[in-house]
């Protein structure tokens, strides 16, 4: 697959994923490219904590958060809400989002993605439940319930409770892999643990259940990535294959917003697309490729 021209409309609603909505403290829209349409995002980390520092990183942690935990009750309300919005049509009424094209506002996941790790919230589990009770009452069969996460949590008895009931409701993992080798691994997400711990989560998940793989590619001080780093991320993921784990997607992308460092740059289309083909020619899954 090569990367998708989206019309000139689009391309601003692309670059938009604030995590800001109308006094919202949780729960924003936005239009993405990867999901192909409208996704529901859910911010369990408002007060901006994380376990990674990618050289990527979008979030503003200039900005001091509003709030510091999350309110289950006014999180149930604004997703609540938002769903209806988004179902009735009101949601892109005016706004922002008003000149999203018709082919793009069908709600396409409620995801949670913010402001750091999900899984990593005391409250992810309680969140999921919510989150999957308002997706059955509002008969959202055909939405996927998603988690967008760094994989480093993915072996703790509660996270995996919530993956359970994801797996009930339409779920999907979509799992960071940025790097194949543990000095890259360190240049780009400057994680508090091993890489070595990440792949051995995504392959216990794997196991459970196919498993997107999120792997973002960039310039650093102008360098592209070399081929024998791209070389060694197809030989991690064939490993996890062979050792029984399954994915239903490679999203290979790169940077589309203000990045944490200046020195990181995007990928132009055609060097993503030249990773896709050797990750292609080395392990037997589907890979997309999405441009900057």
């Keep these: 697959m090569r990367p998708d021209q989206p019309p000139t409309s689009l391309n601003h609603l692309f670059a938009d994923h604030s995590r800001h909505w109308s006094g919202n403290l949780y729960v924003y829209p936005v239009i993405s490219r990867r999901s192909g349409g409208l996704s529901i995002g859910i911010n369990l980390n ?68 913010g402001d750091g790790e999900p899984t990593a919230s005391p409250v992810f589990l309680e969140a999921v439940e919510l989150a999957a009770g308002l997706r059955g009452r509002h008969n959202l069969d055909d939405v996927k319930l998603r988690v967008i996460t760094d994989a480093a949590y993915l072996n703790r008895p509660r996270v ?82 062979d050792q029984g784990g399954r994915f239903s997607l490679i999203q290979i992308y790169t940077v589309a917003r203000q990045t944490a460092e200046q020195y990181v740059s995007p990928l132009p289309d055609g060097e993503l697309n030249t990773i896709a083909d050797r990750v292609r020619a080395r392990i037997a899954a589907p890979v997309a490729v999405f441009g900057g």
């Design 46 to 113: 408002p007060d901006k904590a994380c376990n990674f520092d990618c050289v990527y990183c979008q979030v503003d942690r200039s900005v001091p958060p509003a709030v510091r935990k999350v309110d289950l009750d006014r999180l149930s309300q604004e997703l609540d809400q938002m769903i209806q919005l988004a179902v009735d049509g009101e949601l892109f009424a005016g706004g922002p989002l008003a000149t999203t094209p018709h082919s793009h506002r069908s709600i396409r996941d409620i995801a949670f993605s």
């Design 160 to 241: 995996r409770k919530a993956l359970a009931i994801l797996d009930a409701n339409n779920g999907e993992i979509w799992a960071k892999l940025d790097a194949g080798t543990d000095e890259r691994f360190r240049l780009i997400n400057r994680a508090n643990m091993p890489l070595q711990t990440i792949l051995d989560n995504i392959c216990d998940a794997a196991r459970v259940r196919p498993v997107v793989i999120q792997s973002l590619w960039m310039r650093i001080h102008g360098q592209a990535p070399p081929a024998t780093e791209i070389d060694a991320f197809a030989d991690r993921l064939k490993t996890i294959l």
